[in-house]
Structure formats: C-alpha cells, structure tokens
C-alpha cells in the first residue's frame, strides 16, 4: 500500500496551511509568512511545491502554479515593493484556486521507491524508454526518484533532454522541467525537489510525441561558438524563416550552421522571429515561453553540447510555432518603428487604450529604438498586466514580459532588438482590453493592503 510523501515537517504545516486558503485570505497569509521569516523566495517555493502535492500533472491538465512561479520570481526582481506584492498575490490565488477545480484534483503525492538498474547509464536509458512508451508513467516517477538520488542536480539535463525530444509536440514539455530546475536554483530548494520534479515527469509521460524529432533531426551537428552577431545575415534569417512553411525551420538553421554561421547570429535569428511573429499575430504569451526556454539553454554555459543543438534547432517548431504560420492569413502588417521620441508615460497610456495592440507595439518600439531604458519600459507593462488581468493572464504575460526583456539585454543589435517589448506590449494591450473584469477581485484585495494612494493605478 503506498503512502502519502513524507514531507518535511515543518514543509507540509506550511502546505497544508495553503491548501486551506481561500483567495481573500491570501493576503493576510503572506503577511504572517513574512512575519515568521519566510522569503518570498521561500513563498514562491512552497506555492510550486503544493501545486506538486495536489494537482495530478499527468495530463492532459498542468498545473501552472509547478513552474510559473519562477519567472514570476525573477521578474519581480525589476518591480517596486508594492508590485512585488501584487505579482505574488496573483501567483498564490492562481495556485489556490486550483486545488477546487474540477479538471485539477482531488489528489495527493504518495511516496515512490527508487528503481534502478545494475548501472546509471542502463537506468538513465529505462527510464527515457519508459517515458517515452506513454505507457509507464508510475514506473518514470519510481526511475526518476531512484535517478536524482543517484545524480542530484545534473538529473535536470537528463529531464532536460526528454523534454526537448517532445518540444514540437508541446512546448509545456520543456517549460515544465526547466522553470522547475529554476526555480529550485534560484530559492535553494534542490533538498526539496523531488515533488517538482515527479510533477515534471508525469507530464512528460503523458501522452508524449517524439516523431516531429525522430523524422527531423537524425543528425545534430555542433552548435557553433557565439561568436559574434552578423545582422544582415540575422535579417535575412527572420524573413527566411518567416517565410518557410512550418516544419522547414529546422532545415533553415541547420544551413545557416552549414554556412558558418556564428552562435550570436543563430540566437539572434531565433530570439527576433519568435518576437516579430508575437507582434504580427493574435497570439498570446504562449506564442514566446518555450523559446526562452530554448534561448536560455542556448545561454547557459552549463548546457551539454548536445543539447545545445537539439534547443537551438528546435527552437522555432512548438507546436504553437505551427498554429501561427497555419494562420498566416490572419496575421497584421506591423506600424511603422523609426525611432520616433516618445516618453514612457505616453506609452503607458496607449497600451491601456488599444484593443488591437498595433499602436501599442508601435509606441513601445518607438520608445527603445530611441533609446529609452528597457527595463523601465519592461516594469511598466509588468504593472500593467498584473493591474488588468486575473491571475492566468497576469503570471503569463508577467513571465513573457521577463524573457522579452532577457532577449533584449542579451542582444548586441539595437537597430532589431526592439522588436522584443513591441510585440510583448502588443500582447499586453490586447489582454488589458479583454480581462479587466478578473482582475477586480484581486486588485480590491491589493489596494486594501496599501498605505498609498492607488486611485490613478
């Protein structure tokens, strides 16, 4: 008879405390969290953790609570003390108001034994093979416990490479296991980890696709060094693979590696088209989240050369990649960005009075090809989305908005790079327009805990 997971004692007073919350105790919770000494570091960490102890990852639902909370985190690093606040409360009543939906439970994390085979190596290929056969998923979570006892953190590039194996098919695959890897790297909470990384598993071996990449890529070539970014061939890349039909991405940036492009030119290709894309469609903050993930891996210096290649090259082939260029027909011709003067406050301004989001991408644009700060701009339509949106829209855009910003700091071409907060400002203003009735709830809550007025917010 398996039992439930044996927490650590003072870990489950606190899960357990959460999973009794409603949304207009949050506050209040927080408070006395704080009070006690916890971070919100340590907060963020506890709301991904119950979202791993009681929402059933193994699909076709997931639980955004297990890894959203990451970049959320990251990105209030920009934010003001009060913003800060906010970011939070719309994580925790997001994860709070899962556990009573009918697709997310009930349910409770039991404890599994490690399995292992008579070497790592043998065991690492079981446990891919079980994945991947959809029709073990308890026995990936048994492997995956024995697995990260025997190999600790590095366990993250074995997920790692699951994940982008099953990325055409949907890019959460990857988004799950990296932001979860994150997550525990930026709270300390690796001696905690085996929750997220079990929720990480059961949705890896639900249901998974591997024959975008089996058919694509029989043969990987090195991803070049960074080098530096050459941005004619960067222009001609975007309209290259803007162009293509989908699936054909892949071949476009395996010829420009044949050619000798540089690793620079590569990232920079991939960083501009998602983002132009973003900008030219309806598309929301999915359209970007796998490719950070990607870019991410392609700028960390710890990643195994082989899957280097395999996130670069598959970058731009999500599933969601695919119903953008299947709906080419409805995508917009984008106003003009000259570099046109305009001051932050002005942006703010058109972002909340564009339901199209076209001027608003244009003013945003406008504003760092002038050589406006894009951190200032960044944090403002973080403001924005979290102040007009219910927790779903809000943590996403949120987390788009960082990665947006992370693409436009890594960037060493300025004539381009605007691109970036353009199209997350199209993305804001389209959602500002749509969901200002679910963010009432929530900002009634915020405001009441403010010593400041909020009334122009």
């Known amino acids: 008879m398996h039992q439930t997971y044996p927490w650590n004692p003072k870990t489950l007073e606190r899960l357990c405390e959460i999973e009794d919350l409603s949304p207009h105790s949050i506050l209040p919770w927080i408070r006395a969290m704080r009070a006690d000494g916890w971070s919100d570091s340590d907060i963020h960490r506890l709301l991904a953790l119950a979202s791993a102890r009681l929402i059933d990852h193994h699909g076709p639902f997931i639980g955004h ?136 598993v059961q949705y890896l071996a639900s249901r998974p696709n591997t024959q975008f990449t089996s058919e694509k890529l029989g043969f990987l070539p090195q991803w070049p060094e960074a080098g530096r970014a050459d941005a004619t061939l960067v222009a001609r890349a975007i309209e290259q693979l803007t162009e293509m039909a989908y699936g054909q991405e892949v071949d476009v940036l395996l010829d420009l590696i044949a050619s000798g492009a540089s690793g620079a030119t590569l990232h920079e290709a991939i960083a501009l088209t998602s983002s132009d894309w973003l900008r030219r469609t309806h598309f929301d903050a999915h359209a970007v989240t796998g490719v950070h993930c990607a870019l991410d891996l392609l700028s960390d210096k710890e990643t195994p050369a082989n899957l280097r290649a395999l996130a670069g090259t598959l970058a731009l082939s999500s599933s969601r990649a695919r119903r953008q260029k299947e709906n080419r027909d409805a995508w917009r011709t984008p106003l003009p960005v000259e570099g046109k003067v305009i001051l932050l406050d002005e942006v703010r301004t058109i972002v909340l009075s564009d339901p199209e989001g076209q001027r608003a991408a244009q003013a945003a644009g406008n504003f760092v090809r002038s050589g406006g700060d894009a951190t200032s701009l960044a944090r403002s339509l973080m403001e924005i989305a979290l102040t007009t949106s219910g927790p779903f829209d809000a943590i996403h855009n949120v987390k788009m908005l960082w990665g947006l910003l992370l693409e436009s700091q890594r960037s060493t071409l300025p004539q381009q790079a605007w691109v970036h907060l353009a199209a997350g400002a199209r993305v804001v203003a389209e959602t500002a327009a749509a969901e200002k009735e679910k963010a009432a709830p929530i900002l009634t809550q915020w405001k009441e805990s403010l010593d400041w007025n909020t009334t122009d917010i």
């Open 65 to 200: 609570g297990t890894f959203n909370g990451g970049p959320v985190l990251r990105a209030s690093s920009i934010l003001s003390s009060h913003f800060k606040d906010l970011a939070l409360l719309q994580t925790a009543v997001y994860v709070v108001e899962l556990f009573n939906h009918p697709n997310y439970g009930p349910y409770r994390l039991m404890a599994m034994n490690p399995v292992m085979e008579e070497t790592l190596d043998r065991s690492k290929q079981a446990w891919m093979k079980d994945v991947e056969s959809g029709q073990r998923p308890l026995q990936s979570e048994h492997r995956v416990v024995g697995l990260f006892k025997a190999m600790g953190k590095q366990i993250r590039w074995l997920l790692t490479e699951a994940a982008l194996r099953q990325y055409p098919e949907n890019e959460h695959r990857l988004l799950m296991v990296h932001r979860a890897c994150q997550l525990l790297d930026d709270t300390n909470g690796w001696n905690e980890a085996e929750p997220l990384l079990r929720a990480a």
